[in-house]
């Protein structure tokens, strides 16, 4: 007999944070939903804003057209948008400012919050950046003279590390009580030829996306979460524990975070579901040899999590992402320059083992992606060619 596999009983992921479950919890989809969320929570937050991204841009604007201003001054139209602020949460401070700035940009929103005595902390992902490039250093410079503590992190720069690993951990956690989680850093790249900001609909022109310089950004697809309740807490400590082992590398003059969030609980045990809440796992992927707060090797429950559900699929398996890739792209379109990664090739193995099950697979992905489109296209292939009868009956799409 052949060896028999162990079967997984669960789909979540164990050791390292818990099951939780929380009073509220929306999808956000896309950056216009996502950033006008963040703005009206940045606005509402009395004592912390901590946020993680792997790039941000000051001048980016987080709420445009209508909802910045929906018409003249006493207008219906405007009483109506500004009548609906006040039932989000902002003060009449708050709405005068809406009102009375230029721009709702991230520059302008976290100078208004700092200036009221709110701390906000920025670690952002030291990237690697071309000559005479705006760099992390050069974000970092703009946000501390807003008065914002900013922490670039590094942790991939050492001798041991892959020299373009990246942390793409997006969160935003207001008073310890409100957690944005999800795929959208509050950026432009490559000169603005992307800009997150964007709407459902993804026209391929509106005066609401065009750059400074003329020129119309691609569209950009992209999910977040918000919620509340004790998970909050789980988004936090992983903030503090990044943020802390940076600065304890550096012996850097920010301060530690020190303070648990007060409704922190770390591995207890799983909160009854009711029929009014819903139950969420934080999972996160943590490299080893960067940190010294994680094991030798490192945490990976964002993998976990894959294994397990394509484990465990019995009908259909949904997949939107930015890319497929079975290698490590290495900042070149080619696909034989990447190496090859014996994890993405382990998920890849599943869906094909999903496939043989009568699972039906779909893929949706962009169809130009800010890099690696050949790298996708190879991931696609090579799926295709382990489940060839999935392909030929119909049970494996890709759009």
């Known amino acids: 007999m052949g060896r028999q596999k ?20 929306a999808f956000l989809v896309d950056g216009h939903m996502t950033m006008l969320e963040m703005c009206i929570c940045f606005l509402c937050a009395e004592r912390t804003i901590y946020i993680t991204a792997f790039g941000l841009t000051p001048e980016l604007l987080l709420v445009r057209g209508e909802y910045k201003c ?14 609906w602020l006040r039932e989000k949460g902002l003060s009449e401070e708050a709405l005068r400012f809406w009102q009375d700035c230029d721009e709702l940009s991230v520059a ?64 935003a956690i207001v008073d310890s009580r409100l957690a944005f989680v999800g795929g959208i850093d509050v950026m432009m790249d490559n000169d603005g ?8 609909a993804h026209p391929y022109h509106t005066p609401l996306r065009l750059g400074k310089d003329g ?10 979460v918000l919620f509340e309740g004790p998970a909050v807490a789980d988004v936090e400590r992983n903030f503090r524990q990044r943020w802390n082992a940076v600065v304890t590398l550096h012996q850097a003059d920010s301060p530690l975070i ?35 707060f994680t094991e030798e090797d490192g945490i990976a429950t964002i993998l976990e999590t894959y294994q ?34 014996p994890d993405m090739e382990g998920l890849l193995h599943a869906l094909a083992e999903a496939l043989a099950r009568g699972v039906i697979v779909t893929f949706v992905l962009p169809d130009n992606p800010n890099v690696g489109r050949e790298f996708t296209d190879e991931g696609l292939n090579a799926l295709w060619e382990l489940a060839p009868q999935a392909v030929t009956s119909g049970r494996l799409r890709a759009y």
């Open 193 to 200: 030829d992307f800009d997150r900001w964007d709407t459902s």
């Open 6 to 25: 162990t079967r997984i009983n669960s789909h979540w992921a164990a050791g390292d944070i818990s099951v939780h479950s929380a009073p509220s919890l």
């Open 70 to 83: 929906a018409g003249s001054t006493g207008s219906p139209e405007q009483e109506k948008l500004l009548s």
């Open 308 to 341: 397990r559900i394509f484990a465990q699929a019995k009908r259909s398996i949904y997949i939107e992402n930015q890319y497929f890739w079975i290698r490590t792209f290495l900042g070149f379109e080619n696909p034989a320059l990447g190496v090859p990664h």
């Open 108 to 171: 302008n929103v976290l100078k208004y919050v700092v200036n009221k005595g709110v701390k906000v902390k920025i670690l952002l992902w030291d990237t690697y950046t071309m000559p005479f490039q705006v760099g992390p250093k050069d974000i970092q410079q703009v946000l501390e003279a807003l008065g914002v503590c900013c922490v670039l992190d590094d942790s991939h720069k050492g001798l041991l590390n892959h020299p373009l690993e990246a942390h793409h951990q997006k969160s």
């Open 215 to 224: 020129k119309m950004p691609h569209s950009w697809h992209d999910v977040h």
């Open 258 to 292: 020190l303070a648990e969030p007060a409704t922190a609980r770390l591995n207890t045990p799983q909160l009854a579901h009711t029929d009014d809440t819903v139950r969420l796992q934080v999972v996160r992927t943590i490299p080893k040899g960067g940190y010294h």
